[in-house]
Structure formats: C-alpha cells, structure tokens
C-alpha cells in the first residue's frame, strides 16, 4: 500500500511536516505572535488530515507484524552506508517507515493530541516563538516512534524528543520547573543508556543478505530481529531465552518501563505534570506514556518472544502495583494535577496486564487502552488548566457548588470523570473490560486480576470525591464571577468528548483496525513460548 504527495510518501508527510512548520515558525519576526499560532495549527492540522488518510486507506486483511507484508505505507532507502569502518565492517542503516494495526492507533492519537495542545498553549506569553518551535520539533519525535522500522531510525526519533520536552517544562513550567526538567531528563537518559545497549547487542547478533550483491550484513531492521533464522549461529543473542537475551530484553524493559511509567520508575511523573504548562501535561500523558508500552509491544515481544512469556507473572505483579498503587495515592492528592498524574500510573496498569495475558482479548484491551487512556487523560488535563487559568490555584478544597457557576464546565468534566472510571457507554470501559477478561482466561493470573479491579473501585471514589468537591456543596463565594469555559476551550475538549462516546458505544472503529496485527503477535508470542517448552 502506497500513498504519496509530491513522490514523498505519507509517512514522511505526516513525521516531518511539524518540523517544516517549525521553521516557518522559527522565520516569522517575534512580534507577530499571531501568525506563530496559526502556523503552528496548520502544521498540526494537516498532520492530523493524513492520520484520517492513512485510517481510511488502511488494508484491515493485511497479515504479520514482523513481515514486510504485514506493514502498510513502506518507505524504505539508505540513509547511512559506510564501507569498512574498521572491525565494524560495512554499516548500513536504513530510512525505514511503516504501520500496521497497532501502530495506526497510536499515529492517529498523536496528530489529534499535538493538534489539541497548540489551542492548549494560545495563552502563552513568554518566548511563544522558542515555545511552538519546540512544540512542534516534540511532535516529529513523537511521530517518528510510531513510524519507525529501523531501530537506529526508532532511537533518534526516541531520544529526540527528549531535548524538546526538556525545555518545554524547565522554561515554561512552574516554581520547580527546573527540578523537574533535570528529574524527567535524568531518569529518560537513563533508559535510553540501557536501551542503545540492547540496540547494539541486537545488531551485532543478526545478519541480512543484501539481494542486490548477495552480501551479508548486519542491520538494525526490526523486522528482520524479529525472525529468529535471522540470528548468527554463536552471536550475542543467538539461541532461546540465554543469559545474554535475559540482559537485553531486561535492559529494553527498563528503558520502556521508565517512560510509561512502571513501579518503582514512577517517581519523575508527578513532578513532571505538576510543573508542565498545560499543554504539555496533555501531551505527556497523552502519547508520551503510551511510548513505554508501545516499545514492549512493538519490539520486545515479537524480539524476545519466549522472555515475554517468562516474564508475564512478574510484569502482571508490577501492573498490579500500578493499578492499586497508583489510585491510592491519586487519592491522598489535594493538588489537582497530581491527582490526574497518579491516575496515569494507574491506568496505565491496566495497559500491562492486558500485556501480560499475552493473549487477543489482553492484548487488544492494551492496545486500546493506550489509545483511550491518552484521549482521556488529555481531557483530565486540559479540564485542570481551564480551572487554574482562572483561579491560579489546584487545590481542591479551595473549591465547591461550581456547577452553579460553571455548568458548562461541569458537563465537560463529568463525561471526562466518568470515562476515566470506566462508566459503560464511554470509550474507557470497554479497554478495561477486554485488559481484565483477556488476563483472567489465563490460570496464573487470575488471583492477580481479582486483586487488580481493587483498582476500579478505587479510581470510582477519588473520581466521585473529587467532583463531590469541585462542583457541588456550599459554592465558595471567591468564585462566584469565575467564567465558564470559552470557545476555544470548548474546541480542545468537545472533540476528546465525542471520541470518548464514539468509541464507548462503536469501539469497532478502532478494533477493527487491530484485529489482525494483534492476533498474529499472539501467534508468535505462542511460538516463542513453545520454543522455551522445547529447550531440555
């Protein structure tokens, strides 16, 4: 499946156009703020119009996660090859972009959240001009993960995101900006260091035949780590679940688990969307997250099937501590944003022990989950900015009886609590439901699921407290003239809104969308574990 403009394909399109649009931004005087904005939003905007093109032209029949015909919208050139760079030998590295099923959710999250958050930032004053341009450079390496086939590719879109995000709370951010910053940065390097060894540790233990020249040559093309026949007899990570394989798909995990993030790697999240501007926190809730359990996914199961199987308890336990632990301590928060930020960790719980089930009905629960988790979780978010905007303080008890004064505001807010809860009818439950049925089919899980919907019960009485506290009760007279919700603000959260109920009640657009690629990561995640089975 091809679709290109100007003979560049989609894909390139819809990465690189927020970094075209960063350099209209980045040429235009300072002091017309105006047009900073709106280049910015046509940039966004037409990156959000390919993520509909390439929904509507996606092949849902197309088969196989870590074959080329399982990947739709192939761009494939050289981008970097060096003859004899001394006991490396030749290097080759690839421009390789592709999507399937799992990756096509997250592409389409990504366009409708960077395209939210620059309406989100309209009332920033300092620097506007470094802000979009930073805004805009985060949204390409953002992109640039979900397309990614090469993982060198894959690592500089993953690490170039880092430098933007980086700026964007420790300039923009709040009072501990810069403890923030330097705590994200910190904890974000440190996965990467981990990560770039498995990388290099992969590319030295597997080989392709160049069927040009028919030489042989090591690569860091993650379709062909994929397919164990691709493994050097006698390598680093030849054979099933060695030592070496333990390391690296170890390393991988901690380098993933630290971004979505997983006890005991949490610590940096809170303090991050506590200081981040508004937007920001959207973004970083929104698709940033999704990027830990979208690396598992996309490149630890299918890599090291047999250590997924292996290890599936143990990251059960850790969804477990993430559900439970996560909507305890969203609970004890009176700040605001930092009840919405342990929420995150909660929810995204779920997301792991729909993983760990290893099975359709989990998996697909995960997949979804990331998708609605971010569309959520960015109304969270943006409901937070349009009440500090106003009263300049996130202190729930400082409020009460708004829903007197703020009906509109009101509405918005229940339709996101109540998704967020996993009401029936909104997109949230139905992720739930199929991360905890998919879970409970397997035996060695089911005491862990039973524990793990404490989780649900929990995030229903922070939620039903924290609007009890907001909106009804005795209204605060402080309060009694605060605006309801503007058009603009109405226009970042009424399409979030519509997604959420779209998909509570017709999830089958994105199911869908998802079936196949899910289904065949399950058969080899079936093939590696029956490849541990047969190891004497």
């Known amino acids: 499946m091809q679709l290109q403009f100007l003979g560049i394909g989609v894909l390139s399109w819809i990465t690189f156009l927020p970094v075209l649009g960063m350099i209209a931004v980045l040429i235009i005087p300072k002091e017309n703020?105006?047009?900073?904005?709106?280049?910015?939003?046509?940039?966004?905007?037409?990156?959000?119009?390919?993520?509909?093109?390439?929904?509507?032209?996606?092949?849902?029949?197309?088969?196989?996660?870590?074959?080329?015909?399982?990947?739709?919208f192939v761009e494939k050139a050289r981008w970097i090859d060096v003859q004899s760079v001394a006991w490396?030998?030749?290097?080759?590295i690839e421009y390789f972009l592709g999507v399937d099923g799992i990756s096509v959710p997250m592409v389409i999250l990504t366009a409708l959240i960077s395209f939210i958050a620059v309406f989100a930032s309209w009332n920033i004053e300092k620097a506007l001009k470094g802000y979009m341009a930073m805004l805009l450079l985060l949204d390409t390496g953002m992109m640039g993960v979900f397309v990614a086939l090469d993982f060198f590719l894959f690592y500089v879109f993953w690490e170039l995101m880092l430098l933007p995000m980086y700026f964007l709370i420790g300039i923009w951010g709040g009072p501990r900006r810069e403890y923030a910053a330097i705590k994200f940065f910190l904890y974000t390097l440190l996965g990467s260091v981990l990560m770039l060894l498995a990388i290099l540790a992969l590319y030295f233990s597997v080989t392709m035949v160049d069927p040009a020249t028919g030489e042989k040559l090591h690569t860091f093309n993650m379709l062909a780590m994929m397919?164990?026949?691709n493994f050097e007899p006698g390598s680093l990570l030849a054979g099933v679940g060695t030592g070496m394989r333990t390391l690296a798909y170890l390393a991988l995990f901690i380098g993933f688990a630290i971004k979505v993030p997983i006890f005991p790697f949490h610590t940096w999240l809170p303090d991050a969307h506590v200081e981040a501007p508004t937007a920001i926190s959207v973004i970083l809730a929104g698709v940033l997250l999704k990027m830990g359990t979208y690396g598992l996914i996309r490149i630890s199961y299918p890599i090291f099937p047999e250590l997924a199987q292996k290890y599936a308890f143990a990251l059960a336990i850790l969804a477990l501590i993430n559900i439970v632990y996560g909507a305890l301590c969203a609970m004890a928060q009176k700040d605001f944003k930092k009840l919405?930020?342990?929420?995150?960790?909660s929810h995204m719980g779920i997301v792991l022990l729909g993983m760990a089930a290893l099975n359709t009905q989990g998996l697909m629960g995960a997949v979804f989950q990331m998708f609605n988790h971010g569309t959520i979780t960015a109304m969270l978010f943006l409901i937070v900015g349009v009440i500090y905007d106003r009263a300049h303080t996130r202190d729930l008890d400082a409020f009460g009886g708004l829903a007197l004064t703020m009906p509109k505001y009101a509405g918005i807010m229940t339709v996101a609590f109540f998704a967020a809860l996993g009401l029936p009818g909104l997109s949230g439950f139905?992720?739930?439901?199929?991360?905890?049925?998919?879970?409970?089919?397997?035996?060695?899980?089911?005491?862990?699921?039973?524990?793990?919907?404490?989780?649900?019960?929990?995030?229903?009485?922070?939620?039903?407290?924290?609007?009890?506290?907001?909106?009804?009760?005795?209204?605060?007279?402080?309060?009694?003239?605060?605006p309801d919700v503007n058009g603009r603000e109405l226009f970042t959260l009424v399409p979030l809104a519509i997604v959420v109920l779209v998909l509570g009640i017709y999830p089958s657009f994105m199911l869908n969308l998802m079936t196949t690629s899910v289904n065949h990561l399950v058969d080899v995640l079936a093939r590696g574990g029956a490849a541990v089975a047969m190891v004497p």
């Open 33 to 72: 703020r105006t047009a900073m904005k709106w280049t910015a939003v046509a940039a966004t905007f037409l990156q959000l119009v390919l993520a509909v093109l390439i929904y509507m032209n996606f092949n849902y029949s197309a088969t196989g996660i870590n074959s080329p015909e399982g990947m739709q």
């Open 88 to 92: 490396f030998g030749h290097v080759r």
């Open 430 to 482: 139905v992720s739930e439901a199929f991360s905890f049925l998919g879970a409970f089919q397997v035996d060695r899980l089911r005491v862990v699921t039973m524990v793990s919907t404490l989780g649900i019960i929990l995030t229903a009485a922070y939620m039903l407290w924290t609007l009890q506290r907001v909106f009804l009760g005795k209204a605060n007279e402080k309060w009694a003239s605060m």
């Open 340 to 345: 919405i930020a342990y929420s995150s960790v």
């Open 227 to 229: 397919n164990p026949a």
